[in-house]
T-cell receptor
Framework: DAGVTQSPTHLIKTRGQQVTLRCSPKSGHDTVSWYQQALGQGPQFIFQYYEEEERQRGNFPDRFSGHQFPNYSSELNVNALLLGDSALYLC????FGGGEKLFFGSGTQLSVL | QQQVKQSPQSLIVQKGGISIINCAYENTAFDYFPWYQQFPGKGPALLIAIRPDVSEKKEGRFTISFNKSAKQFSLHIMDSQPGDSATYFCAASPLVTGGGNKLTFGTGTQLKVEL
């Protein structure tokens, strides 16, 4: 049983570019959440997707957007990249209404130069 | 505004000792308090979690103590082992259907267990 898988594992972009990160949830899970983890900090909630809709959102600008597909996989898009967007981006999956347990992927390390 | 404060930032414990990490929260709507363990290059993994209707929960060598009136909770790792060396995060979330996914994390504690 595969856990949460994310791709790519590492990514280097320059300021102003756009990036798309991908996530496949754990088998049986229908909800995907995205978190940003800056170096030496705890993860910060970006948003949550369920039934292909954004259900909750953290304190992130509109440059951060997402999508969930019918197979529950998800994408995180960041436009107009800033140096401060450099971080580890974590995807977590869960079962909506089935408890609070989150399963995290290993993340995508994004470096913005 | 930081809503979950975690201390200490780093901790060194001798093998077989007790590791204690503390967290305090502000938002009274929080109703679920998990602890996560993260190794370098990996995502956080759920260790143990508690709801405020109990004051303590134990799973193996890991125990959460919860003080609702003080809005504080702590993780105790008994008989600490070198393999426990990792970064530990406390977190909290409100009790809303599906809302358990919106976790607010502490800043983390880097634990090192020495032989």
């Amino acid at each position: 049983d595969a856990g949460v898988t994310q791709s790519p594992t590492h990514l280097i972009k320059t300021r102003g570019q756009q990036v798309t990160l991908r996530c496949s949830p754990k088998s049986g899970h229908d909800t995907v959440s995205w978190y940003q983890q800056a170096l030496g900090q705890g993860p910060q909630f970006i948003f949550q997707y369920y039934e292909e809709e954004e259900r909750q959102r953290g304190n992130f600008p509109d440059r951060f957007s997402g999508h969930q597909f019918p197979n529950y996989s998800s994408e995180l898009n960041v436009n107009a990249l800033l140096l401060g967007d450099s971080a580890l981006y974590l995807c977590a999956s869960s079962l909506f209404g089935g408890g609070e347990k989150l399963f995290f992927g290993s993340g995508t390390q994004l470096s913005v130069l | 505004q930081q809503q979950v404060k975690q201390s200490p930032q780093s901790l060194i414990v001798q093998k077989g000792g007790i590791s204690i990490i503390n967290c305090a929260y502000e938002n009274t709507a929080f109703d679920y308090f998990p602890w996560y363990q993260q190794f370098p290059g990996k995502g956080p993994a759920l260790l143990i979690a508690i709801r405020p209707d109990v004051s303590e929960k134990k799973e193996g060598r890991f125990t959460i103590s919860f003080n609702k009136s003080a809005k504080q909770f702590s993780l105790h790792i008994m008989d600490s082992q070198p393999g426990d060396s990792a970064t530990y995060f406390c977190a909290a979330s409100p009790l809303v259907t599906g809302g358990g996914n919106k976790l607010t994390f502490g800043t983390g504690t880097q634990l090192k267990v020495e032989l």
